[in-house]
């Protein structure tokens, strides 16, 4: 299993998981938003955007999670139990990633622009389709097997909060004076998006203002915070100067020569490669794991009522060509 290192963008404190909007004019956002009126961002509440001052591209601050994914489509999620070779989780799995969980850890980053981005002036909404992004990765990780996070039918709903092998304890001792590894605690992989290894749970731990370094139990106990950490992965970069998921998805990442050298274009694929590096992408049309999270992608944009075809051609869909942004440093999807 290879390891991943996170840098932090915008600490985060969780007070009983409560429905929060945070203030647009805060910590990293200040130097990139500012607050403007944009009366076409299609929210309940015509109110405040931020936008983001170099392109004028909408982030509605007011803007809600809620409104891009229903309850309704969020629970199609789950499997539909019949016989045969289709895995159906149980009756836990269905109460532990709840369509309430999710909105509420949502809620930590939508003044951020997760599930709430507008382009063109307010004018195109990315929101329901950065969710079924960010569900596709959940939904080719989160396994409904025994064998552990592997690929399984898009069928199936989303199912267990830790990996199943539980053995390896992910201590990487070069990280002891910063994040040492608490006695008898395992960093294997936990949450809705998997995070390994004491420095990753220290990571978030320092970010999200929740002691996972010394309790990683936290994420598979509570899917608010399994939910709040796997889209503080999707929202925080890998290293500085790099982009997050979130930034290659909607755009506000612009690629350089050597990226556009790399063949790494701003789409679905390269969130692929912020989040999997060589492990998936760069090895040709025929990968396997690269093509279950671009089925689960389609699959789920359907699922929210978005028409597959949206998702654009093949080479924003696929990172097959893409040369990785950090060779062997991301995990397993």
């Known amino acids: 299993m290879q390891k991943m290192e996170y840098k932090w963008i915008v600490p985060f404190t969780i007070l009983a998981f409560i429905l929060v909007l945070v203030n647009c004019d805060s910590s990293y ?3 990139r938003y500012v607050q403007k009126r944009c ?6 509440r015509r109110d405040y955007c931020c936008m983001l001052m170099e392109e004028g591209e909408g982030v509605c601050c007011n803007g809600n999670v809620s409104q891009n994914v229903r309850h309704s489509q969020f629970s199609r999620l789950s499997p539909y139990g019949r016989t045969g070779k289709t895995y159906k989780p149980s009756s836990w ?17 939508q003044p951020y622009g997760f599930g709430t981005t507008y382009k063109d002036g307010g004018q195109v909404s990315l929101g329901t389709m950065e969710i079924a992004a960010l569900l596709a990765h959940i939904g080719s990780a989160v396994t409904c097997d025994d064998k552990g996070y592997v690929s399984r039918p898009v069928t199936c ?6 990996e199943k092998n539980t053995s390896f304890h992910y201590c990487d001792e070069h990280y002891k004076d910063i994040y040492p590894c608490a006695p008898g605690v395992a ?3 936990r949450g809705a998006l998997p995070i390994y290894w004491n420095y990753n749970y220290g990571e978030a731990t320092k970010d999200l203002n929740v002691d996972l ?12 915070l399994a939910f709040l950490v796997a889209i503080w992965r999707w929202m925080t970069p890998i290293k500085e100067n790099q982009p997050s998921a979130h930034d290659v998805f909607i755009g506000d990442w ?4 050597n990226d556009s050298l790399a063949k ?15 492990l998936v992408c760069g090895k040709g049309n025929n990968e396997k794991s690269m093509n279950n999270i671009i089925k689960y992608y389609l699959h789920y944009l359907n699922l929210t009522g978005v028409n597959p075809n949206k998702a654009g051609p093949h080479e924003l869909l696929s990172c097959a060509d893409q040369l990785p942004f950090n060779p062997s440093v991301a995990l397993y999807p």
């Open 157 to 162: 709903g989303l199912c267990n909060s830790k």
């Open 187 to 189: 960093y294997y992989g």
């Open 29 to 31: 956002y200040r130097s």
């Open 93 to 109: 799995s269905k109460e532990f990633w709840n369509y309430k969980s999710f909105i509420t850890a949502a809620a930590q980053y």
């Open 39 to 44: 009366p076409c961002c299609h929210t309940y």
């Open 213 to 224: 370094l010394n309790h990683p139990e936290y994420i598979e106990k509570n899917a608010t």
């Open 264 to 278: 790494r274009v701003s789409g679905f694929g390269t969130t692929m490669n912020v989040l999997y590096g060589d």
């Open 254 to 257: 612009k690629p350089t020569k």
